[in-house]
């Protein structure tokens, strides 16, 4: 999903981690964050909290931590994709794909494999490649030692 970073923020920031996680668990609040038993091990204390000014989450226990996007991957099992779309109905966001982006997806290994066989054949730009792969000759002086 080809999503412009400037919609991931707008989704993030138009969504609420409290409300959405206490949604789904138990939530008390203490001093400026809210604590709950961590959904993703088993515990008797709570150990997972949820910091509302940040937007993150993090479990003290398992030490697993994130955005509103990870929650809902762990906790629901959901791809990236589908987390942000998830909370982008939520929130009433409708999302559409970044023109260009299957076109720039599917060129991307292509234009990789060119600069790497660019830089591997021959000349100075791929001295230190072949030197790493050891398949750079050696000077006569070197040899001779």
């Known amino acids: 999903m080809g999503l412009a970073p400037s919609a991931l923020d707008l989704v993030r920031e138009r969504a609420d981690i409290v409300e959405l996680i206490g949604e789904r668990l138990q939530l008390t609040k203490k001093g400026t964050q809210f604590w709950a038993c961590c959904p993703f091990h088993q515990e008797k204390t709570a150990s997972f909290s949820v910091h509302p000014g940040r937007q993150i989450f993090k479990c003290f226990g398992c ?18 994709p589908e987390a ?4 982008a109905d939520r929130v009433g966001i409708e ?3 970044e023109k260009g982006e299957r076109r720039r997806r599917r060129a991307t290994p292509r234009r990789a494999a060119q600069l790497v066989r660019r ?7 791929g001295w230190g490649s072949r ?6 000759p050696r000077p006569a002086a070197v040899i001779s030692q």
């Open 95 to 97: 999302l559409t794909e």
């Open 119 to 125: 830089r591997l054949p021959g000349g100075s730009a």
């Open 84 to 87: 942000v779309r998830l909370v």
């Open 63 to 80: 030490q697993v931590g994130g955005n509103i996007f990870g929650f809902l991957e762990k906790y629901e099992r959901v791809s990236f």
């Open 131 to 136: 030197r790493w792969a050891g398949t750079e």
